[in-house]
C-alpha cells in the first residue's frame, strides 16, 4: 500500500505513524509517514516545570510548540505554529474524553472517540480531517493518523501530540 491511497467514497489522504506518549519530557521521538519515512520528528524539552513539546520537520526546522499552559482551571495545551496558534481544550462532559480545539483564524475543531484507546476522529466544520486508529500497525505501542489531502497536517499532529499528553493524565 503507498503513502497516498484513494477511499472508495473519500478524497485522498496521508498517513502517519506515531508512538505513542510520543515523548517522554527530554526524549525524541520520529513521526514516519506510511512508507517508513522520517518526516517529522517530536522533540520533549528537557528541565521545564510544564511539559513542552516542538515539532520540527525531517531537516530539523523548528514547525511548532505545544506546550501545556499553568493556572488553568480546565486541562489546556497551546499550540505556536508561527503566524497562527491554536488552544487545545479538554471537554468536561461524559464518560469519554473529548477535547475542543480553538485555533486562530480558522473553524475551531473537535476531537472524539475513543481517546485513550487511540481510537478517535478530529473534525471541523462538521466534516473529518483526520482519524486515528491504532489498527492500521501490528507494533505496540504505535498509532496512525489518517490526514485528508490539504488539511493542515503540522496542526493536526500538534493536536494528537497534545491529546496524548492530556489523556495521560
Given amino acids: 500500500m503507498g503513502l497516498r491511497h484513494r477511499h472508495v467514497d473519500g478524497p485522498d489522504v496521508v498517513r502517519y505513524r506515531m508512538r505513542e506518549k510520543v515523548v517522554a519530557i527530554g526524549d525524541d521521538s520520529w513521526i514516519d509517514d506510511e512508507s517508513g519515512n522520517h518526516v517529522y520528528k517530536a522533540n520533549g524539552k528537557a528541565a521545564r516545570v510544564r511539559d513542552t513539546f516542538v515539532l520540527e520537520d525531517a531537516g530539523g526546522g523548528h514547525v511548532a510548540k505545544i ?16 503566524d497562527r496558534s491554536a488552544t487545545v481544550k479538554k471537554a468536561l462532559v461524559g464518560l469519554r474524553d473529548r477535547f475542543h480545539v480553538e485555533v486562530d483564524g480558522a473553524p475551531d475543531l473537535k476531537v472524539h472517540g475513543n481517546i485513550v484507546d487511540h481510537e478517535y476522529e478530529i473534525e471541523q466544520d462538521g466534516d473529518t480531517v483526520a482519524t486515528v486508529s491504532k489498527r492500521w500497525f501490528r507494533v505496540r505501542d504505535t498509532y496512525g493518523i489518517e490526514i485528508q489531502a490539504g488539511a493542515d497536517v503540522p496542526l493536526l499532529l500538534s493536536v494528537c501530540i497534545a491529546v496524548d499528553d492530556m489523556s495521560r493524565g
Fill in 67 to 82: 506546550k501545556e499552559r499553568t493556572l488553568s482551571v480546565r486541562d489546556k495545551m497551546t499550540i505556536d505554529l508561527g
